[in-house]
């Protein structure tokens, strides 16, 4: 390597391989209970929980450690009501025919349709924004490299916070999501609206469609050579 700043690893915690399986098979549990909802209940969930699981985001790795990722946290029920308005109307479009008739049936088994209503009721909306110029520091001006990857990235980690803490989430990703440039106030030459996550707790007859639980194995999905 390059001669660069550094520190000693110390925080590097080593487990028993007996150990690393429990905790591996714990996770694993942990994540099989994380589903997608389209029901919440619209009980208030505290800022600080919000705060924490965004810090956890905040700590996924990314090009350079550009860090090139903005999350607008929404509990105002003002901005909620204009983006499920927005978003519904990009959504009756695209359940009209923009879609095309395969990617619909592909949606089918899920139950969507162009009504949004989490959008409103969820407690928290908070949009995912990726960043093209910035850096280390705020106001650095640099260019951002994988930008899509490292995004995503925070993203897992949010969701996966989320969960941790005990919410449930939902994925939103309407196109075009121009709308939440403008609705959010930011820099629409500099940013671009990555995805939207609802989080708060599933409403009391929330489910789960069945297709959902339908996930590839192991050997799907995975190949050791």
């Not at 929980?49 to 450690?65: D, M, Q, V």
């Not at 409403?203 to 050997?219: C, F, M, Q, R, Y």
């Amino acid at each position: 390597m390059q001669d660069h700043k550094s520190q000693p690893l110390t925080d590097f915690i080593e487990y028993p391989p007996e150990a690393m399986l429990s905790r591996a098979k714990e996770f694993l549990q942990t994540s099989q209970r994380r589903h997608s909802i389209r029901s919440f209940s619209n009980r208030q969930v505290p800022k600080e929980i919000i705060e924490t699981c965004i810090k956890a985001a905040g700590t996924a790795p990314s090009g350079a450690n550009h860090q090139p990722w903005h999350f607008v946290a929404i509990n105002s029920s003002d901005v909620k009501k204009q983006i499920r308005e927005a978003a519904e109307k990009l959504e009756r479009s695209f359940y009209e025919g923009r879609a095309g008739e395969e990617w619909l049936d592909a949606l089918k088994p899920l139950g969507t349709d162009a009504n949004k209503p989490y959008l409103e009721h969820a407690p928290w909306l908070i949009a995912v924004f990726s960043q093209k110029k910035g850096g280390v520091n705020t106001n650095d001006k640099n260019t951002n490299y994988y930008v899509h990857e490292s995004v995503g990235l925070a993203t897992g980690f949010l969701i996966q916070a989320l969960h941790r803490a005990g919410l449930a989430t939902l994925t939103h990703t309407p196109k075009p999501m121009s709308f939440l440039t403008d609705i959010c106030g930011r820099d629409k030459d500099n940013e671009r609206p990555y995805m939207l996550l609802i989080a708060g707790y599933p409403d009391e007859h929330a489910t789960v469609p069945l297709h959902a639980l339908d996930k590839k194995s192991l050997d799907e999905i995975a190949t050791f050579i």
